[in-house]
Nanobody, 123 residues
Framework: QVQLVESGGGLVQAGGSLRLSCAAS????????IAWFRQAPGKEREFVAA???????DTADSVKRRFTISRDNDKNTVYLQMNSLKFEDTAVYFC?????????????????WGQGTQVTVSS
C-alpha cells in the first residue's frame, strides 16, 4: 500500500491557476498509476486525469486543454497543473493510486486514496 497526501488547494479567482501536489510514501511509488479525481457537493466523484508509471497520461475531456498531470518519481510526487480555472472546477480534489493494470478513469480500480484538498474558484 502507498500513502498519499494532497496539497496545493485554495481559493482562486476564475481564470487563475493552481498546482496540486500528491506526495506518496513507499519505495515502489514509481510502479503505481496515480490519478486525480474531484467531487463537488452533491455530485459523484469525477475522474480528472491519470498518469502511469511510464508517463502515459489520460485526461478528462472537460479539463483536457486546461489541466496537465505530471510526475517526479525522484520526489515521489504527482502534480496537477490547473490553468484557466472555472467556477465549475470547484471541488475537493483527491489523488488515488493503483499498482497494476492499465490507466483507468474508474475510481473503484484505485486502492489507495488521499484525504483530499479543497479547490474553490470564485466567479
Amino acid at each position: 500500500q502507498v500513502q498519499l497526501v494532497e496539497s496545493g488547494g485554495g481559493l482562486v479567482q476564475a481564470g487563475g491557476s493552481l498546482r496540486l501536489s500528491c506526495a506518496a510514501s513507499g519505495r515502489v511509488f514509481r510502479s503505481y498509476t496515480i490519478a486525480w479525481f474531484r467531487q463537488a457537493p452533491g455530485k459523484e466523484r469525477e475522474f480528472v486525469a491519470a498518469i502511469s508509471w511510464g508517463g502515459a497520461t489520460d485526461t478528462a475531456d472537460s479539463v483536457k486543454r486546461r489541466f496537465t498531470i505530471s510526475r517526479d518519481n525522484d520526489k515521489n510526487t504527482v502534480y496537477l497543473q490547473m490553468n484557466s480555472l472555472k467556477f465549475e472546477d470547484t471541488a475537493v480534489y483527491f489523488c488515488a493510486a493503483k499498482q497494476f493494470g492499465a490507466l483507468t478513469p474508474l475510481p473503484n480500480e484505485y486502492r489507495s486514496w488521499g484525504q483530499g484538498t479543497q479547490v474553490t474558484v470564485s466567479s
